[in-house]
């Protein structure tokens, strides 16, 4: 990195000092001003870190104005037309794309890692009948550090990794199984003969009275879900595994607290968000009523799957799942639904209204996916259980990353106080 300085002055009494500017690779530059309290004696106020960089990172680089979207440097159009989801994990953990003999490696050590132990599988028993898959995932995924104790000395490398190998490898099996339980059927063991996407499948559906064979067209759609999810950088969830980790925590407990952030409307639930809205709506001659809704200024009301923080002018993501949207409807046939001429038809608005224009607020990657998952059957409270499996390689990378990273300090946010001054107690007889 190169080295810049800006200064800063303080108009109030003319004290100043200047400010190292750090050069990302690419990107917009940064100024280091761990430094500002004790020069100048004051903090920065950022909620929603919307300019401050918490970390650096060599994993994935986003510029949301142009929609670009790297992951390791690589385009994700190019990964999402010609790599999978576990070659792109083994890229986001170890900074290459792997050899052959590398990658055959990395999926028969994988496939090892698929089965949860057997005690926990008690704990799906225990939760209430109708409870939300995301929050079994939250439970039985912090649990796991209870039964994993020989890979949680976070001080060694090996612990580290063999860590991050389970958790890839476990999500699914626990994902299938919070999704079963509820509905009265076996937990089915993974099966080695499936990739890690139709592994997914045959866990969620298949049964064990019958042979298992995986739907081709939606295999294709999950894996491209899968990669187009795998990391985002520094997003609310990714945030939250560092924030938990830089504490010391375990990796599984970690996880649990990133599964927690997802689960969010604001974040990965939101593709769970769009179905539930689009069956509200459930005819496309309601739609002007529910966009006049979201333009209200008076109203909280949103459209859900619109707008990002990041991409301003296009989600390169979006764009990639659109196409295999509208393939997938096609193949599979689905016409004349009201729920998916509600979505084209607000697809359409939303492109053309200037409210949506001046905004660039065009539909992001959770609309999109939430229709592919729709029209694939997969229950809806799965939706975000599926966002939060993808995203666990970009997880336990940023975590190992994070790890690694002789900068990195406990988390520890400033504020800016804004309550009572100092007082003193009062007698509760005399108050
Ligand atoms: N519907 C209607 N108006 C909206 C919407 C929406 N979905 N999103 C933003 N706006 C308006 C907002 O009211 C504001 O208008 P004005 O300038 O007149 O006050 C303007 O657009 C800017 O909004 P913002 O709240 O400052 O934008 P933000 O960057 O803080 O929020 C967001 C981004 C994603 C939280 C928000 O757009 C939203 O709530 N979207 C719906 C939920 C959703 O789809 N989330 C998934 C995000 S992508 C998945 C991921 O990467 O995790």
Request: proline share 5%.
């Amino acid at each position: 990195m190169s080295k810049n300085t800006v200064t800063i002055t303080d108009n109030r009494n003319g004290n100043k000092a200047d400010f190292d500017i750090l050069d990302p690779s690419i990107g917009s530059s940064t100024i280091d001003i761990r430094s500002l309290h004790s020069e100048l004696g004051l903090f920065t106020y950022d909620p929603g870190f919307q300019a401050t960089a918490s970390c650096k990172s060599d994993i994935t680089f986003i510029d949301g104005d142009k929609g670009i979207l790297l992951y390791r440097g690589y385009p994700i159009e190019q990964l999402a037309e010609h790599s999978n989801y576990l070659e792109t994990s083994y890229l986001l953990m170890y900074g290459e794309l792997p050899t052959q003999t590398e990658y055959q490696d990395f999926i028969s050590l994988i496939k090892k890692h698929t089965m949860v132990h057997e005690g926990v599988k008690q704990f799906f028993d225990g939760f209430h009948h109708d409870a939300h898959p995301m929050a079994i995932m939250v439970g039985v995924v912090g649990a796991l550090s209870a039964f994993y104790h020989d890979s949680l000395d976070i001080e060694d490398p090996r612990h580290r990794e063999i860590s991050a190998h389970r958790l890839l490898a476990k999500m699914p099996t626990i994902a299938a199984y919070s999704h079963r339980r509820a509905h009265g059927l076996p937990l089915l063991y993974p099966k080695n003969e499936f990739n890690f996407i139709e592994n997914f499948m045959y866990m969620m559906f298949g049964m064990p009275t019958e042979e298992y064979v995986p739907n081709p067209i939606a295999v294709h759609a999950m894996r491209l879900i899968f990669i187009l999810h795998a990391d985002h950088e520094q997003n609310a969830s990714t945030s939250t595994v560092r924030l938990a980790s830089s504490s010391g925590a375990n990796p599984f407990a970690c996880i649990s607290a990133g599964i927690a952030s997802l689960w969010g409307p604001a974040h990965g639930g939101a593709n769970e968000a769009v179905i539930n809205m689009l069956e509200e709506i459930n005819d496309p001659k309601e739609i002007p009523k529910y966009v006049e809704r979201a333009k209200d200024k008076n109203d909280s009301y949103r459209l859900m799957g619109f707008g990002h923080r990041i991409y301003k002018n296009y989600d390169p993501r979006a764009k990639i799942i659109r196409e295999a949207c509208i393939e997938l409807l096609d193949d599979l046939n689905i016409n004349n639904t009201p729920l998916f001429d509600a979505a084209r038809e607000l697809e359409r608005i939303a492109l053309e209204d200037d409210y949506f224009l001046e905004r660039n607020l065009y539909p992001n990657v959770d609309f999109y996916s939430g229709i592919i998952l729709k029209a694939l059957n997969m229950p809806l409270n799965m939706f975000t259980v599926i966002f939060a499996m993808a995203r666990t390689a970009g997880w336990i990378s940023q975590w190992m990353e994070m790890m690694e990273d002789t900068e990195q300090r406990i988390g520890r946010p400033r504020q800016i106080y804004t309550g009572a001054t100092t007082r003193d107690y009062v007698n509760r007889s005399q108050r």
